[in-house]
């Protein structure tokens, strides 16, 4: 099994929608993180969070909110999507004490 | 605002060629990585290089530091076509994360 999962895959709605996107890990990693690319600006950080009472707004966090209800698991909302939230979202996780970050397989999230 | 900025944004080589791509970045950093996304998937952990080394190896890949310049260079050393792939460079905002990610260099080798 993939030590990072995200769910759904693809998500296709509409605006004005409420969606909620998930990631689980079975890494046992502090941190994790939520991020966002678009064709040709790279990956932009969205939040972050280094334990399960700290939350951190990341580069882009407007339109966006997220909960960490356990270690493991780490999601984000939108709690209004609208067509220019539409991209592929990236969960990861790192270590305390460690650089590297793992990603999940990605969210592709389209809104029409 | 993004760090680092990656360099080509496009690279085509055939197979066996080596293929070189460059990071620069603005601020002082403790460590630089590097990453590979292959085609709508999940970035992988290529490499990391501290600030106090010049030059680090694996397998085929070397990956130099250049702090006074703020750059770093990856040369993937007789590309295969698996190699396609984009090519990421990234640094932590502060400390050791989170990281902020360049544009990405996207690889194509042809067989």
């Known amino acids: 099994d993939a030590d990072v999962t995200q769910t759904p895959r693809n998500r296709i709605t509409k605006t004005g929608k409420r969606i909620m996107l998930e990631c689980s890990q079975t890494k046992g990693h502090d941190r994790m993180y939520w991020y966002r690319q678009d064709p040709g600006l790279g990956l932009r950080l969205i939040y972050y969070s280094f334990d399960v009472k700290d939350i951190n707004k990341g580069e882009i966090s407007d339109g966006y909110s997220v909960s960490r209800q356990a270690q493991a698991k780490f999601s984000l909302s939108l709690e209004s999507a609208i067509p220019n939230q539409t991209a592929l979202y990236f969960c990861?996780?790192?270590?305390?004490?460690?650089?590297?970050?793992?990603f999940g397989p990605g969210t592709r999230l389209t809104v029409t | 605002s993004q760090q680092g900025e990656e360099d080509p944004q496009a690279l085509s080589i055939q197979e066996g060629e080596n293929a070189t791509m460059n990071c620069s970045y603005k601020t002082s950093i403790n460590n630089l990585q590097w990453y590979r996304q292959n085609s709508g998937r999940g970035l992988v952990h290529l490499i990391l290089i501290r600030s106090n080394e010049r030059e680090k190896h694996s397998g085929r890949l070397r990956v130099t530091l250049d702090t006074s310049k703020k750059s770093s260079s990856l040369l993937i050393t007789a590309s295969r076509a698996a190699d396609t792939a984009s090519y990421f460079c990234a640094q932590p905002i502060s400390g050791n994360t989170p990281l902020v990610f360049g544009k990405g260099t996207r690889l194509s080798v042809i067989a």
């Open positions: 990861a996780t790192s270590d305390r004490g460690q650089v590297e970050q793992y």
